[in-house]
């Protein structure tokens, strides 16, 4: 129902738009808005196809819809700069046109990188590094135009490397390794070093001009943190990835009964599908503690389960790579539940 409300509100939408833009000069009295009937049909077509596509039920479909987001942008951008033409705006307008291809590219690449178009992580990891690399380009080209049209600095540069540096964690996406998580989890703080240095770049470097002394220091500094804070973060996820998967690849005895796990099932099940271990790490405590187990085979039994730890959603996740962590997550959560019960077999 709700589906189908949605399908009916973008029609109603589409030909309200269509009979307004059509008839301002009858209900208005002027025309506010220029735009030809080619520009108002397209306008009100792409509005409709993105309600239907968006309303179908399979997942796959339905996403897209996001693409028809670049040329109703560019629809849009195209009315409203005519109309500032029409208006008295002529430098708004070549502005415009100057940078309009640059603009629908980089919009279209963000897009299609964010869209799932297979099951397999690493063609669609492959597919989505691609899109954005074309989006780094592009979005060089456009800061470029703007910076020598407006005589702006130019964010080119680090606009094209946030994009460089955004296509390979997302290639990374498409790999379990540990190098690959400890690569994707750093794009939030690689983008805040770019944020800075760009800043710096562009606001404080200038006025160390003739101190090209501080300006190094300040170079080689930001150089030197982002060197240890990788190589650090980098030490602790290859710890932690190997300590899991040696506990993945114990020996299973395959003739004991999981007594105590279909006694708290319920806790298995809440950290197998949410992550949350409080429930289970309770359970099994009291559990164990009622079975008159030592306190340090409780605490090595327990072990695996309160130093596991999900794998973080990147900065700027896409959808897709937001699906495949989750999956992965769940897929690690229920390794250790096996590996819990490799021990208590065990014990």
Known sequence: MVKLLRIISGVFLAFALYFVLLNQ????????????EFQISILATLIIIHSVLTSLERERISQFGALLVPPLVVVVLDVLF????????????????????????LIASVIFASIS??????????????????????????????????????LALPSLIFFIIFAITAFASGFENEFAVWLREERGFLAFMLLVLAGY?????????????VSNFIEWLSIVII??????????KVEVETAEHIMAHRPEDETWKDRIFS??????????????????????????SSAGIARDEIESLVSPLVHHQDERLPFLALPWEKTMIERRNKLRRSKIIESIKIKLSEV
């Open 82 to 105: 005519h109309t500032l033409l029409f208006y008295g705006f002529p430098n708004y307008y070549v502005f415009y046109q100057s940078v309009r291809l640059f603009l629908a590219i």
């Open 117 to 154: 178009f297979t099951s397999r992580p690493i063609y669609q990891s492959a597919i989505s590094a691609t899109a954005l690399l074309v989006a780094g380009i592009s979005s060089y080209y456009l800061f470029s135009s703007i910076s020598t049209l407006l005589g702006l600095p130019s």
């Open 201 to 213: 770049a562009i606001i404080l470097k200038p006025y160390l001009v003739d101190r090209p002394g």
């Open 25 to 36: 000069q009858m209900l208005f009295g002027r025309t506010y808005v220029v735009a030809d």
């Open 227 to 236: 060197f240890l804070k990788l190589s650090r973060d980098l030490k602790r």
């Open 263 to 288: 006694d708290i099932e319920s806790a298995e099940r809440s950290f197998v599908e949410t992550g949350s271990k409080v429930q289970l790490l309770v359970a099994l405590i009291g559990y164990l």
